[in-house]
């Protein structure tokens, strides 16, 4: 989706749109469009306006100024019927008061193709079952929608929207209520939709959501476009202050590739730092994490890394204290003595899920003088042990007092160490 009509024609244009609501401008000179075959993204704070361009898109609201045209019609001059051929919704909220039976929920699809009179044709019929087993909905189709879960109710919604066999698929908030399972099974099929050719436009509160399943995203604020594009384009740290007030480090996901981003806690406005963050890693495993602390105004250090590792490389570009030896070059006890220095220094120790050997096993024996560890696991330390019983039984020793953390958890886990840390000292910061 982009803020200017391209010079072929897209599937969806909307030009200079304006909608007001009781009185209060909504959206205000929205243009934007989208070729067929794409997955655009709908992202912002509360209040942006994202429903409300939704529902103006399915003529559900007729704007005060501009237009919306899907294939080439202006859906302002269509019958209900017409527009319900060219776009279905599935909308945010999922209860549903009816008891009507998940396939009778399913056929209501094919309302726009009926006839007043005229009941379901065998064609109707093959579109619904096509939906459903798209959906995997087909095993419960007897039973009452009032009676199956809100993930299972989400695919039922989406076939019903299948079943009515539209270029353009609005989604509103699709993953708001669901888990983190039912979330990626929802978008997962909502990607296969688009692969085959469907155009996809959906609000998505979650920006790494957004950002791994998307082609491209708009993001709206007061009403307005702020940016549009690529995720990677869209998502700067600059358009997210801007968008949401927020401090935020945008990095890419270790695992997927795709545009990440991290929320921070609020800057320090005065001189001092945050506090004071040791990381131990090697081999770029602590690089992000170097990164979002950093970003987060914590005076951080790092080490004993070779010199020519990645992270070490990081630590230079972000200006960071970092504690090396030469090139494949074992952690001798000098540098033990001064990696344990800085662990004595610093509120909390950041051990980032590293490979451990003979090399290196000297960090993690320094991290014992650690007071506050926080240890990050993406899989277990057996996977990662290059240094034998030794290694195990000291790291062992670490994850008995540690904050265990995920990825995801890192900056929260850190927050909350240095706040333990700051109220057992409340003159400042610890050392």
């Known amino acids: 989706m982009s803020g200017e009509t391209p010079v072929d024609a897209p599937l969806l244009s909307v030009d200079d749109v304006a909608v007001s609501l009781g009185g209060v401008r909504v959206l205000d000179g929205v243009n934007a469009s989208a070729d067929s075959g794409?997955?655009?993204?709908?992202?912002?704070?509360?209040?942006?306006?994202?429903?409300?361009?939704?529902r103006t898109l399915n003529a559900a609201l007729t704007p005060d100024r501009g237009t919306v045209r899907i294939d080439g019609a202006d859906v302002s001059g269509l019958s209900a019927k017409e527009v319900g051929r060219l776009v279905a919704t599935v909308p945010q909220d999922t209860s549903l008061s009816f008891d009507f039976s998940v396939r009778q929920t399913v056929e209501m699809g094919r309302t726009p193709y009926l006839s007043r009179f005229g009941g379901?044709?065998?064609?109707?019929?093959?579109?619904?079952?096509?939906a459903m087993a798209r959906t995997t909905v087909e095993q419960f189709a007897d039973r009452s929608i009032t009676e199956i879960s809100g993930g299972e109710r989400q695919r039922v919604l989406l076939a019903r929207a299948l079943a009515q066999d539209t270029p353009l698929l609005l989604l509103d908030e699709p993953t708001a209520s669901l888990d983190i399972n039912h979330?990626?099974?929802?978008?997962?099929?909502?990607?296969?939709?688009?692969?085959?050719?469907?155009?996809?436009?959906?609000?998505?509160?979650?920006?790494?959501?957004?950002?791994?399943?998307?082609?491209?995203?708009?993001?709206?604020?007061?009403?307005r476009i702020l940016a549009s594009g690529a995720p990677e384009s869209v998502l700067t740290e600059a358009t997210l202050e801007r968008?949401?007030?927020?401090?935020?480090?945008?990095s890419r996901h270790p695992v997927t590739g795709s545009v990440y981003v991290t929320a921070l806690p609020d800057r320090p406005t005065g001189g001092d730092a945050e506090g004071r963050i040791h990381v131990v890693g090697g081999g770029g495993s602590a690089a992000r994490y170097l990164y979002l602390l950093s970003a987060a105004g914590y005076e951080v250090s790092v080490g004993a890394l070779n010199e020519g590792d990645s992270d070490t490389e990081t630590a230079r570009q972000l200006g960071l204290d970092a504690v090396t030896v030469d090139p494949f070059a074992p952690v001798d006890p000098a540098t033990r003595e001064t990696v344990r220095e800085r662990i004595e220094r610093a509120d909390v120790t950041l051990v980032a899920d590293v490979e451990v050997g003979e090399g290196n096993l000297a960090?993690?024996?320094?991290?014992?003088?650690?007071?506050?560890?926080?240890?990050?696991?993406?899989?277990?330390?057996?996977?990662?042990?290059?240094?034998g019983e030794t290694a195990t039984r000291i790291y062992e020793g670490i994850r008995s007092r540690a904050t265990v953390a995920t990825p995801d958890e890192v900056v929260g886990a850190v927050t909350d160490a240095v706040a333990r840390v700051r109220s057992r000292s409340p003159s400042g910061p610890a050392r």
């Open 183 to 223: 979330q990626v099974r929802t978008l997962e099929l909502v990607r296969d939709l688009v692969d085959d050719g469907k155009t996809v436009v959906a609000a998505i509160h979650d920006l790494n959501l957004a950002a791994h399943y998307c082609d491209d995203l708009l993001l709206l604020g007061e009403g």
């Open 120 to 130: 379901m044709r065998p064609r109707d019929q093959e579109t619904v079952e096509r």
């Open 363 to 387: 960090n993690l024996e320094a991290v014992r003088a650690a007071d506050e560890v926080v240890l990050v696991e993406t899989r277990p330390f057996a996977e990662r042990n290059y240094a």
């Open 38 to 54: 794409t997955f655009v993204g709908l992202v912002g704070p509360n209040g942006a306006g994202k429903t409300t361009l939704l």
């Open 243 to 250: 968008a949401f007030g927020a401090n935020a480090v945008v």
